[in-house]
């Protein structure tokens, strides 16, 4: 039996009809703000996870990142078709194979982690704490961006070095991507938020695709009700076409705006789920 299918007599439990509601509302609402946004949707879709359903954080963080690989699969297939890439692949590429390979990083640091601790919960917690700070971290640098001084970096080995933490962070956290992918792609490479929006949707497409393939190849797949995947991934493509097209709608201060009203609800979201995980 693999690591991640060893799991309590009650984290096993029967979903009535309102609890595929509440996975589809919660997958198609992250993956709607996810691709307006740029964050991919595991950073909503991840604490929510936590606070409201039953599961526990390896069944959480194996769903969050195949439903953000839905979504982001979406969106890059989308952009191709459509043109006007606004991704410049010189500098873009290597970050996505460093993110690939920061994925597998930080999914062996997920399992160290799982293997070590006598309370599968309190990996949870420790998710939430990293994920707090790296949302504060994110949020404060977002309110004083326009003071920053930013870099046009095109060095690959920087590229490839930037890619490695971003992919080892999310892929650890089990949300495919977050604020501080986008906040990289502000700092390092100077981008306007719509580019940055479709530059980390492209990272993260990379990250949780090599995540995904290496958990099919060793086995290391949680337990959980398939139908419970379906309905996440349904709500995460149809998530994304919704939120792709207000992306083009909306302006990018109306963009900026919305970055940060979520940050500030996933530092309180975060901060109950670390109480609730250490209890």
């Not at 604490?47 to 690989?69: H, K, Q, R």
């Not at 999914?107 to 070590?116: A, N, P, T, V």
């Not at 933490?165 to 999310?170: A, D, E, K, M």
Request: aromatic letters at 12%; one cysteine or more; hydrophobic letters at 50%.
């Amino acid at each position: 039996m693999n690591e991640f299918s060893i799991f309590n007599l009650t984290d096993r439990f029967e979903l009535g009809g309102y609890m595929y509601l509440l996975y589809f509302i919660i997958s198609f609402f992250s993956s709607t703000i996810g691709a307006m946004s740029g964050i991919g949707g595991g950073v909503i879709n991840r604490p929510l996870l936590d606070a409201l359903s039953p599961m526990n954080a390896a069944t959480v963080s194996f769903l969050s990142g195949t439903t953000v690989l839905a979504m982001s699969t979406y969106t890059v297939i989308r952009g191709r078709i459509r043109g006007g890439s606004k991704i410049d692949q010189k500098t873009m590429l290597p970050l996505a194979i460093g993110a690939a390979i920061g994925g597998l990083i930080g999914r062996e640091i997920f399992s160290y982690f799982l293997r070590s601790m006598d309370n599968v919960n309190h990996v949870g917690g420790i998710q939430a704490i990293l994920l707090l700070l790296v949302t504060l971290g994110s949020f404060v640098y977002t309110l004083n961006k326009n003071k920053i001084h930013t870099k046009q970096i095109s060095n690959v080995v920087v590229c490839i070095i930037a890619g490695l933490f971003l992919g080892t962070l999310s892929s650890f956290l089990g949300i495919g991507g977050g604020p501080f992918n986008l906040v990289i792609l502000y700092y390092l490479f100077s981008m306007t938020t719509k580019q940055a929006v479709e530059n980390s949707l492209y990272i993260i497409f990379f990250s949780q695709l090599a995540n995904l393939v290496t958990n099919l190849i060793r086995g290391n797949i949680a337990e959980f009700e398939l139908m419970i995947l379906i309905v996440m991934i349904v709500a995460a493509i149809a998530g994304a076409a919704f939120g792709s097209k207000l992306h083009h709608k909306l302006k990018e201060t109306s963009i900026e705006r919305l970055f940060i009203g979520l940050m500030v609800a996933l530092i309180l979201v975060n901060a109950y789920n670390i109480y609730q995980f250490f209890q």
